[in-house]
């Protein structure tokens, strides 16, 4: 692939890979399969289902390569083939122009060719088009291009039903034409000579609509099949970076009651979300990303082309921040035209082509822009459709969360959301729309959504620099429930970083190649003394004998399976060979071929590099050298890798959040805090000395009552400086790691205050410490290990408790309170050490 694939997509692979190693044994024994991808909308299912076929056609150590394998993609929409078309040509390093087929009226053929991908949809198989009959130069039906293509490549045809997009903006009568075409690829049927096919490829928003799809097959004994299901869970797609966080909501109150207030409003939103894009690219020294704003106006009136005045529209966007040029605005009306607005004209634009003219700011429209459309870069929506059009709504907005950089943005939580403006919608209304948004996985991704109206934005406290210096220089850890990998992977991508992209160490990335090419060569060695069969393996056998194991995330895994003989052909030795490249990765089996090349014996390193690496004490070496090398180089080039630009610097942390067991990364505090919440109500009350500040300089939030007394304590201090109160789940929180029935889990402590100490400035960490959770005890000793860590990069780390109106402490940073409290067992056995050791 021309892109890396998120850890969740590459797991995502590997599983329906091993369904269908299974599945193809199945379908050649004359049975029907078919493997479903259930992709949340924003997932990438294409990028997914490119990566399969790319695997497919390659090999791997549950399947071997399949160079003659065809693809038939099937979908509801031509316009949808192309979409996907498109985005499998950029992200696919295997198909090229020549290997993908969107089937046209001229196509004829006995059967699809081997190695080629090609695209078809319903409207080309109805009755009446060109490629459902015979005559003139005509030989064969589609239909029987597709029975030939099953019959002759059985197991190695499949047909890819994408569902994905179904139910967007489509009639009835299109979802059971739709439905009846694909029935007939599913059931099979005798009126146009096609029979069921053996492997079909589901991809659907959710496994329940495939299943929908194929109801009835179970009724019929000779068109019985049983799908097997990889769903990817929609908080990972989240997780990912590849959406927003958040979608923010705004609505009309007393204060704001009409649309354009809201549209004002709205257009001002936009022009900060503006300015906070334009200094993260300037800072970061990246392309800018232009945000855009799309206004979905009501449908045409008698008189004119829209009931929304589209003089007005404008007139509010320019009073707001002077004149639009006529290249800042476009509409995607289905009238093919320019529209005559006032003094202006306003030039049509396909949907698909807003996201590439980056001088459009403001797109108007009036349906759910669904096919061809796919703008990350706008972030803000305003509506003036009326309350029944909820549906529609979400449709839009379910394709704007997607990230213009593809990834979070560190420390910016303006930038990781997108705002929605509906001013005819009330509290009923604006529900449904909140419902739509949170519980229909067809259309809207897995993304939070908050009320705008109550959206406070606070602001880094003035001349504060110094301060969060000492807080962007913390170690602390981001638990992600991301993909792991191998340390040789991880190792091999920060060489890469270190030597290609930032030129921080030229010989780091050929060093690191040496050194694990290096070790494998040792181990073989070792293993041509210790196992008597080895050069027998290599030199007289005809064949060689394959266990049935797999390495996933630098873990050695057998599969199910007995092992199987393979006759040791140049053919069969090329295809062992490629699947050490899979094991390894990063092209390091053909460093190890290169480096040991025997010109008269070619085939021999190959062949001591797959039996080398067939054992498993090969690999576990191996990532203990790979892990070492890892360590020295971070810790060579740690104030390098600091100064680089934020963005740049997430490009390691990444590689530490790869690893299987944590790994401190450097703390990145946010340019601005958003909080959700009405703040004149009594919940809230105003606090000084808080780093991040409203206009007011005054940060407002609701403490209990053990928090309160923590910090009006902390304030009390001759050396106290400020705090910052450590949100829960914010991407940009503060966590440390904790062990809860054996899985990783994040904590966050509830305060860091800063101190003076000297001339520098000193950061603590205080845990105000409630009694009565489960996991209390668990969390407690997950900080004391933090502590054992990390004690010398903080002044004081301690767990608090409230007694009476006193506060006991537990110093962590004590050797002795410490040891006891890694050790604790239950929340009876931390009361004992509150009660014993606390100050």
């Not at 906070?276 to 800072?283: A, K, S, V």
């Not at 995330?553 to 140049?570: A, C, H, S």
Request: proline share 4%; glycine share 4%; hydrophobic share 35%.
């Amino acid at each position: 692939m021309r892109i890396a694939l998120k850890g969740f997509q590459e797991h995502a692979v590997e599983e329906m890979i091993k369904e269908l190693s299974n599945a193809k044994r199945e379908v050649r024994e004359g049975s029907l399969q078919s493997v479903v991808l259930s992709s949340p909308t924003g997932s990438g299912k294409t990028v997914i289902t490119a990566a399969l076929m790319e695997t497919i056609l390659e090999g791997t150590d549950e399947i071997p390569a399949e160079r003659d394998a065809i693809f038939l993609w099937f979908s509801d929409q031509p316009e949808l083939n192309e979409q996907s078309r498109k985005k499998i040509v950029s992200c696919s390093d295997r198909f090229r122009e020549n290997d993908i087929t969107i089937v046209g009226p001229d196509f004829d053929q006995e059967t699809f060719d081997g190695g080629k991908l090609y695209f078809i949809n319903t409207q080309k198989l109805g009755r009446d088009k060109l490629l459902t009959t015979k005559g003139d130069k005509r030989n064969y039906t589609i239909w029987e291009t597709i029975q030939n293509s099953s019959k002759q490549y059985k197991d190695k045809f499949y047909l890819i039903i994408d569902e994905a997009h179904r139910g967007m903006n489509r009639t009835s009568r299109d979802e059971s034409f739709s439905r009846t075409i694909v029935q007939k690829l599913i059931l099979g049927d005798p009126e146009v000579g096609v029979q069921p096919i053996g492997m079909i490829i589901g991809i659907s928003a959710t496994p329940e609509r495939f299943l929908r799809l194929l109801q009835g097959t179970q009724q019929h004994q000779q068109s019985r099949r049983i799908p097997r299901i990889i769903e990817i869970d929609p908080e990972e797609a989240r997780t990912s970076g590849l959406l927003k966080d958040k979608i923010v909501l705004f609505h009309p109150t007393e204060n704001h009651p009409s649309d354009w207030t809201l549209l004002s409003a709205a257009t001002r939103q936009l022009f900060m979300v503006r300015e906070e894009w334009n200094q993260y690219t300037r800072l970061q020294n990246i392309e800018e990303i232009n945000p855009a704003m799309v206004i979905q106006v009501e449908d045409r009136s008698d008189t004119s082309i829209s009931k929304t005045n589209l003089e007005l529209v404008v007139k509010t966007i320019e009073d707001e921040i002077g004149p639009i040029r006529d290249g800042e605005i476009a509409h995607c009306f289905e009238e093919d035209i320019d529209i005559p607005v006032g003094s202006r004209r306003i030039r049509k634009i396909e949907p698909s082509r807003i996201q590439d003219e980056k001088e459009i700011k403001f797109i108007l429209f009036k349906m759910s822009l669904t096919t061809g459309w796919d703008c990350p870069r706008a972030e803000v929506m305003m509506s003036f459709r009326k309350a029944q059009d909820h549906t529609l709504i979400a449709q839009l907005i379910g394709r704007m969360v997607r990230t213009p950089l593809a990834r979070r943005i560190e420390g910016q939580e303006l930038l990781n959301s997108v705002s929605l403006y509906l001013p005819h919608y009330d509290s009923q209304g604006l529900k449904s729309v909140v419902e739509h948004l949170k519980n229909d996985p067809d259309i809207v991704p897995p993304t939070d959504v908050e009320t705008g109206n109550s959206q406070v934005i606070l602001n880094r406290k003035k001349d504060s620099e110094f301060i969060f210096k000492a807080l962007d220089e913390l170690p602390h850890y981001r638990v992600e429930n991301s993909r792991k990998v191998s340390n040789v992977r991880r190792l091999m991508k920060l060489s890469r970083l270190l030597t290609s992209f930032h030129q921080i160490d030229s010989e780091a990335l050929d060093s690191t190649k040496k050194l694990i090419v290096r070790t494998i060569f040792n181990e073989k060695e070792k293993l041509r003394i210790s196992d008597v069969d080895f050069e027998r393996k290599v030199n007289e056998a005809d064949e060689i004998i394959v266990n049935p194991i797999t390495v996933e995330q630098g873990i050695w895994r057998e599969l199910v399976g007995d092992p199987i003989k393979i006759k040791l052909t140049d053919t069969n030795i090329s295809e062992l060979f490629n699947r050490c490249g899979k094991r390894l990765g990063e092209g390091l089996h053909m460093e190890y071929w290169s480096n040991y090349y025997d010109k008269t014996n070619p085939n021999r390193p190959k062949l001591e590099l797959f039996i080398t690496l067939e054992r498993k004490e090969v690999f576990e070496r191996l990532e203990e050298v790979c892990k070492n090398r890892l360590n020295e180089l971070f810790d060579k080039h740690r104030i390098t890798i600091r100064s680089l630009p934020s963005s740049e610097q997430e490009k390691y942390n990444t590689i530490r959040e790869l690893s299987r067991i944590p790994e401190a990364i450097e703390f990145i505090a946010p340019s601005q805090i958003l909080i959700y919440g009405d703040i004149t109500t009594s919940d809230y009350e105003l606090y000084d000395n808080h780093l991040y500040t409203n206009e007011d300089g005054k940060f407002p939030t609701n403490l209990n009552g053990w928090e309160k007394l923590t910090i009006e304590t902390e304030v009390q201090r001759e050396d106290f400086v400020g705090w910052l109160r450590n949100y829960d789940r914010k991407t940009w929180s503060f966590s440390i790691p904790y062990e809860d029935s054996g899985k990783i889990k994040p904590m966050y402590p509830d305060f860091l205050v800063v101190r003076e100490l000297g001339d520098n400035y000193i950061v603590d960490i205080l845990e105000p410490h409630r009694e009565d959770l489960d996991d209390n005890w668990k969390k407690a000793s997950g900080l004391a290990k933090f502590a054992q860590k990390h004690w010398n990069s903080f002044g004081r780390i301690e767990l608090i408790r409230k007694r009476g109106k006193q506060l006991k402490r537990l110093n962590l940073n004590d050797d002795i309170v410490r040891s006891r409290v890694i050790g604790v067992t239950s929340n009876d056995h931390l009361d004992t050490f509150f009660d014993a050791l606390s100050i």
